[in-house]
């Protein structure tokens, strides 16, 4: 039957992305057709490419940006998401204490008041993103799960984080599933937003602050040109004095960055607008971001229209690195996510999905962003954010601006800063092992939480891959 109704439901589903299906989306911006110059080219124009050049900016007003993107701005991950702002910059706490136990503290107060630095650029901007610091909960859809968040519950009130556990009641007396088992509530670790939206909003201001933008205007090479550097497009080449590259999960252009990230495809549906009828049948009245404590976990939250955003479980990775330039291209996984919709909220079976679409995100093997320099200390790169950098993006922003001054920050002495992931391997060992990993964390979900000789073996080096 769920499998019946979760076909019905996905009939007139739009291959399109909700956010993206908006009046306010902006026109593009003309591609570079000319030769031109620039104290610093920004290369990529989603979060982290807007925020480093509204920054850079901000610092040095008398310097010149140029910012490059390949398509439009935020038109990949950045506006593709479900809306997640986490304050973690570590993937989660559980990731942040396992790597740097010794600096967690200082991290969390950084992520903490990066979140509420940008909810205050959203309102000092005028940025119309429904942005909702409304927190999260995570719910323990498995036996396994509710010790699991219990025990993190436990750790992260040791470390001050104002977080309670929920037995299954009362996780169901504020959103009702009968998959729910108990959650984790965190009612101010993330905020909720509008992702294209808040990207069209910094690209607005990025234009207001003087930066000079051009979208369709895909880089192919940086390159040393004597006493700067060289940035080339089809159509111009660009002298820059220095160089952020912020391209997520698209090919990096740097040789040695290959195989320290890979492309990860993930996938999401929305439904039609709830009536009041069926939003009273969830409950859900904190709208609440939730996130279940799976492997392979999905996420999903209400939107301003009152749809349901439903994604996550799948992180399809493409041998060689393929990013598809289709990316709804994901149907077999959409079936199962309007099969798992259906399982979680019974009640709402009828409810049809509107859109679904899907996009590529980067993962690292530490599941969080990382850092550097390259031609001399001219140019700086942030990668590897992992599924949780429509926040962070702005702390890399920040670093990255560190870097190029060489300037010593409470942000880069930081050992997550200053230190890098391993790298994958190549192909086809590379696109072998994630398939493993993948099969393992599986299994681990459906065996109550144990994990096997392989997952034991990642553990062991510190190695993972996840969305």
Do not use: K
Request: aromatic share 8%; hydrophobic share 40%.
């Amino acid at each position: 039957m769920t499998a019946g109704a979760a076909r019905r439901a996905l009939e007139d589903a739009e291959p399109a992305c909700l956010w993206e299906d908006d009046p306010a989306r902006p026109e593009p911006l003309d591609p570079l057709h000319a030769d031109a110059h620039a104290d610093l080219v920004v290369v990529g124009g989603g979060y982290t490419g807007l925020w480093t050049a509204l920054l850079a900016r901000r610092r040095r007003p008398d310097r010149s940006v140029l910012l490059l993107e390949a398509d439009r701005c935020g038109a990949q991950a950045s506006g593709r998401n479900g809306g997640f702002a986490a304050a973690s910059l570590t993937h989660g706490f559980g990731n942040g204490l396992e790597r740097w136990p010794e600096e967690l503290a200082v991290l969390d107060r950084l992520g903490a008041d990066n979140l509420a630095a940008i909810g205050r650029t959203v309102e000092e901007l005028g940025i119309d993103c429904d942005w909702r610091p409304s927190g999260e909960l995570s719910v323990a859809t498995a036996p396994h799960h509710v010790p699991e968040l219990q025990d993190l519950a436990a750790e992260m009130t040791a470390h001050g984080h104002p977080v309670e556990w929920l037995g299954a009641d009362q996780v169901r007396g504020q959103v009702d599933s009968p998959t729910y088992l108990g959650a984790l509530s965190d009612p101010h670790g993330t905020a909720l937003v509008e992702p294209a939206r808040l990207a069209w909003g910094l690209r607005r201001a990025c234009l207001d602050d003087g930066v000079t933008v051009h979208e369709r205007s895909p880089v192919r090479s940086v390159q040393r040109a004597g006493a700067a550097l060289e940035v080339r497009t089809d159509r111009a080449r660009v002298r820059a004095g220095q160089v952020v590259l912020a391209t997520n999960a698209f090919p990096p252009l740097l040789r040695r960055l290959r195989l320290m990230s890979v492309p990860v495809h993930d996938y999401v549906l929305a439904t039609e607008p709830l009536t009041q009828e069926q939003l009273g049948a969830l409950g859900w009245s904190g709208r609440q971001g939730i996130s279940d404590a799976a492997h392979q976990f999905h996420y999903y939250r209400l939107t301003r229209d009152d749809r349901i955003v439903w994604g996550g479980y799948d992180a399809v990775y493409r041998y060689g690195n393929r990013i598809d330039a289709d990316h709804t291209a994901g149907m077999p996984t959409h079936r199962l996510l309007s099969e798992h919709f259906l399982q979680t909220f019974p009640q709402l079976e009828g409810v049809r999905f509107t859109h679904r679409w899907g996009g590529v995100i980067d993962t690292c093997t530490r599941f969080n962003a990382f850092y550097g320099t390259a031609h001399g200390g001219r140019t700086a790169y942030v990668l590897g954010h992992t599924g949780l950098g429509v926040a962070a993006s702005r702390f890399g922003a920040q670093v990255v601006l560190d870097l190029l001054e060489g300037a010593d920050t409470e942000r880069t002495r930081l050992r997550m800063v200053r230190e890098r992931p391993l790298p994958f391997p190549p192909e086809p060992v590379r696109y072998g092992g994630i398939q493993l990993t993948r099969r393992a964390l599986d299994r681990s979900d459906r065996s109550g939480g144990r994990r096997g000789p392989w997952l034991r073996t990642l553990d062991r080096l510190g190695l993972g891959f996840d969305s």
